[in-house]
Nanobody, 122 residues
Framework: QVQVVESGGGLVQAGGSLRLSCSAS????????MGWFRQAPGKGREFVAA????????RYADSVKGRFTISRDNAVNMVYLQMNSLKLEDTAVYYC???????????????WGQGTQVTVSS
């Protein structure tokens, strides 16, 4: 099993920045990729970004390219999502997940955190 815990959500004004953190523990060697997803009220879960543990290869949703940056610290099994130039439409619950294939499909991610709320205000 892999335990995933997110932190760092909160309320921020449009145009502002926020950094989310995700810790992974347990059998992390069984996973190769960490991803961030989000779910806004009344909408489905949406891929945001992902990164591989070994090479640091990344993938982003078009809606966040150039504004969000995913990074990882292998020494402490942490993944981060730096969010800049936040927009109202970025408001959502953000989930961190661990999986085996880097991609946008949530089905490729086996372990999920509880989520952290990000609210962008005008």
């Amino acid at each position: 099993q892999v335990q995933v815990v997110e932190s760092g959500g909160g309320l921020v004004q449009a145009g502002g920045s926020l950094r989310l953190s995700c810790s992974a523990s347990g059998r992390t060697f069984s996973t190769t990729v960490m991803g961030w997803f989000r779910q806004a009220p009344g909408k489905g879960r949406e891929f945001v970004a992902a990164i591989t543990w070994n090479t640091g290869a990344t993938r982003y949703a078009d809606s966040v390219k150039g504004r969000f940056t995913i990074s990882r610290d292998n020494a402490v099994n942490m993944v981060y999502l730096q969010m800049n130039s936040l927009k109202l439409e970025d408001t959502a619950v953000y989930y961190c997940a661990a999986g085996s294939i880097i991609g946008v499909d949530a089905r490729n991610y086996n372990y999920w955190g509880q989520g952290t709320q990000v609210t962008v205000s005008s």
